[in-house]
């Protein structure tokens, strides 16, 4: 598996690190995720959209506030996966963060694991088959650490 950081971006409040990690994209943003560093996100995640990854994990262990703006990214981040055949699996929400996904109701439609490990455990699991780097592998569950939003039967 290649751990090295492919890209990062960064702006005095928000770092976003980006490297390939089996068949995921795995996306670091680190800082405050808002109007004014919203497109410090969006251009690496497109940038591995475009590159072929239909799976993308956001592991946001590191993201200390996200506002509206910035759930617009992720949510149509998760669009075009879906379109590619994948998804994107959010891992490590600080409770800040966790907490405005379950207010919008976003929390619905992402798969969301406790830890980047689990998510990356999860490899596949819940995405459709894709092309390219991005094709996952298929079946597996989750584990009892995950939170995966279709199995809460909400």
Do not use: W
């Not at 689990?118 to 596949?124: M, N």
């Not at 459709?128 to 279709?150: F, I, L, N, Q, V």
């Amino acid at each position: 598996m290649d751990r090295g950081t492919v890209g990062s971006a960064q702006s005095g409040r928000l770092l976003v690190e980006v490297r390939e990690e089996g068949t995921s994209a795995v996306i670091t943003p680190a800082g405050e995720l808002d109007h004014h560093t919203a497109d410090l996100l969006r251009e690496p995640v497109e940038d591995c959209l475009d590159r072929g990854f239909a799976r993308l994990v956001v592991d946001c262990s590191r993201l200390e506030f996200c506002d509206s703006t910035g759930l617009n990214v992720l949510l149509g981040a998760r669009l075009r996966a879906e379109e590619a055949g994948g998804g994107v699996h959010l891992a490590g929400m600080l409770p800040v963060v966790a907490r405005v996904f379950e207010i919008t109701g976003a929390e619905a439609v992402f798969t969301v694991h406790d830890t980047l490990e689990a998510a990356l455990a999860d490899a596949g699991t819940g995405d459709s088959k894709a092309d390219g780097p991005g094709a996952g592998e298929s079946g597996g569950g989750a584990s009892g650490a995950d939170r995966p939003t279709a199995d809460r039967g909400e």
